[in-house]
């Protein structure tokens, strides 16, 4: 489930080769399958004393138990991915190529306004929910210790992300190591308070309609682009999600090449790649276009090719 994010973040990780993907995937499954069966071991090490209720769930209440599992994670991850994950500068370079931060509310209006960002997350949202509902009728104990055992579970789940891998480098690892491991900590605890509560539970929709809310509020500026210096190896990419209701986009700043050369690329969601720039050195050029809008995901993209230099390059949504 871990490997499922990286379809919405493909880009980020070309020129992996998918070998590699295929043992980062075994080594999930082997730590996390032993991780899990150990703690599940160690929970039933002891016999119990107490005798346990017979609980008769029909389809349609454990499909609300793992809808609302599902709604608990979306949120969980999209607030500790900002607060934490996407504070460290590292990072943001890593999937969007710039160091800029466009602050909370541009985040989330950026990420729940496209749809494949939502359905893949809600998705693995959903399977997080099954796996919690398996684990659940495993352990068979009291419920403030079977919580626990949740929580260790889930959370087994970030630790993994702390080792070595080709996907990521070891600050990208490090901040994804302390978001996901407290996130899914929190996040298993949960699960096993949903799965055991036997009264009407409505904080996680009560949770999920406020970030909606907040994350919808019109703010005075949508932009995305780059803010960044560019130099050896550097590469970038920022994803724009471009609403039916959208008259425009435009694609404004500046960029500055010292040595080398720098090619700027925008594709419109049909595939078509409706502006280039091939910027060779010395050269500071100022840019400002404009496109037609078109519903679906546009890519900003940047690739330096022996270049050195800075880039001031945003890309906003003309109502």
């Known amino acids: 489930m871990g490997l499922l994010e990286s379809l919405f973040w493909g880009e980020a990780f070309k020129g992996v080769d998918v070998n590699e ?3 980062i995937f075994l080594r999930f499954v082997i730590t996390f399958g032993l991780f899990s069966g150990f703690l599940s071991l160690i929970a039933k090490r002891k016999p119990s004393n107490v005798q346990f209720s017979e609980r008769k769930e029909n389809f349609n209440q454990v499909g609300k138990k793992i809808l609302r599992i599902a709604t608990v994670y979306f949120v969980l991850y999209n607030l500790f991915g900002y607060f ?3 504070q ?4 943001r370079a890593f999937y969007t190529g710039s160091v800029e931060n466009i602050g909370f509310f541009p985040s989330m209006w950026q990420n729940i306004s496209n749809p494949t960002f939502v359905i893949v997350h809600v998705f693995r949202g959903i399977l997080f929910g099954v796996a919690g509902y398996i684990f659940d009728k495993i352990l068979n104990f009291l419920r403030n210790r079977k919580i626990i055992i949740m929580s260790l579970i889930f959370g087994g789940f970030g630790f993994q992300i702390v080792l070595p891998n080709p996907l990521l480098p070891e ?3 490090i ?3 302390i978001e996901t491991t407290t996130s ?5 605890a949960l699960v096993g308070l949903i799965l055991n509560y036997t009264k009407r539970l409505t904080l996680p929709a009560t949770l999920m309609i406020l970030l909606l809310a907040i994350s919808c509020q019109k703010e005075p500026i949508i932009r995305f682009g780059f ?3 560019f130099g050896k190896n550097s590469q970038g990419i920022c994803i724009m999600n471009v609403s039916s209701g959208s008259n425009s986009i435009s694609l404004k700043g500046e960029i500055a090449v010292v040595v080398g050369e720098v090619l700027v690329e925008l594709i419109d969601p049909s595939g078509e790649t409706v502006f280039t720039g091939h910027f060779v050195s010395p050269k500071n050029l100022d840019v400002n276009e404009s496109f037609e809008a078109i519903s679906g995901n546009c890519k900003l993209k940047y690739k330096r090719m022996d270049g050195v230099g800075s880039m001031r390059l945003h890309l906003n949504i003309v109502n």
């Open 21 to 23: 993907y295929i043992r």
């Open 84 to 86: 934490i994950a996407w």
């Open 88 to 91: 460290f500068e590292e990072t």
């Open 171 to 173: 600050m990208v690892r």
């Open 175 to 177: 901040s994804h190591f």
């Open 184 to 188: 899914m900590l929190l996040f298993g």
């Open 227 to 229: 803010n960044t210096d």
